[in-house]
């Protein structure tokens, strides 16, 4: 399994790595959005090097936009929920989630029932152990130079955000239509707490968790000693941008959409 360099640092281990990569789908009838106002929704994926024993997982952002980040101040405001709106052992199925559960009729001949999701960025993730909680952080490999839409939704060329597992009957602003089915080993760790840190990684195999996101740091190696190599892609991303790649053709030859300029050019698409 690839592993980030890390330093010597006694207090910080790595639980998990692999690639991220991070999306949006505008509106319905809002073909080319402008800013976050114009989004239906927000998503990340993550796909762990170890195929084995973990799940790719796609994530729904709840309010569109990363937690603001001001290093080494933790503010409310700083904050936000992310679920798991799909888990599956074929990346390729993550890519297919974008697209499920059309809302409303169907669709009228040569008109889409719901805008295409698109990409905003790629990378290098890991979920570390920082003393008693736990990290989610991430170096971004494209775009290489961040553009308006990785500003507006705060997407960081790298980014460290201390990450929890909600248990599933403890209080929550956003309400789902389920609840994770975790195994008896799982559900004992939470103890009667609402939230615990994401040790070990599996409480993110299983769709409707719910995790908190908290903004901590901007330069991962400074706050915990990592260093990703945001160049590598494993073989789950590389299948789910593969099929990501086929619907994009459709996508530009029938209704003039890059579902890639976002990531390569950093623009609004």
């Not at 790298?158 to 909600?166: D, R, W």
């Not at 707490?193 to 908190?212: C, R």
């Not at 990592?226 to 790649?245: H, M, T, V």
């Not at 530009?252 to 950093?266: K, Y």
């Amino acid at each position: 399994m690839a592993r980030p360099q890390v330093s010597t640092q006694p207090n910080v281990q790595i639980l998990e790595t692999g690639n991220i990569a991070f999306f949006y789908r505008p509106k319905m009838d809002v073909l080319h959005p402008k800013s976050p106002d114009d989004l239906e929704r927000a998503f990340f994926m993550l796909f762990p090097d170890d195929q084995t024993h973990h799940k790719n997982r796609l994530f729904i952002l709840a309010h569109g936009v990363f937690p603001k980040i001001v290093p080494e101040v933790l503010l409310p405001e700083e904050r936000d929920w992310a679920f798991v709106t799909d888990a599956s052992q074929d990346p390729r199925a993550l890519v297919d989630a974008l697209e499920k559960n059309i809302p409303g009729p169907p669709e009228p001949s040569g008109q889409r029932a719901r805008p295409w999701a698109r990409i905003a960025g790629d990378g290098r993730y890991a979920i570390v152990r920082h003393e008693d909680h736990t990290h989610l952080v991430y170096a971004l490999r494209e775009p290489k130079q961040p553009g308006v839409v990785q500003q507006q939704l705060e997407i960081k060329p790298q980014a460290s955000y201390v990450i929890s597992v909600k248990e599933p009957y403890a209080p929550s602003e956003i309400v789902l239509e389920n609840k994770p089915s975790y195994p008896e080993s799982l559900r004992k760790k939470f103890d009667g707490h609402g939230w615990i840190s994401v040790e070990p990684t599996d409480y993110l195999d299983y769709q409707w968790t719910q995790v908190l996101l908290a903004g901590a740091e901007t330069d991962i190696q400074r706050e915990l000693g990592i260093k990703l190599d945001a160049r590598k892609e494993n073989q789950a991303e590389r299948a789910a941008l593969q099929l990501l790649s086929q619907e994009a053709k459709e996508a530009r030859d029938r209704w003039h959409v890059d579902l890639f300029a976002p990531m390569r050019q950093g623009v609004w698409e």
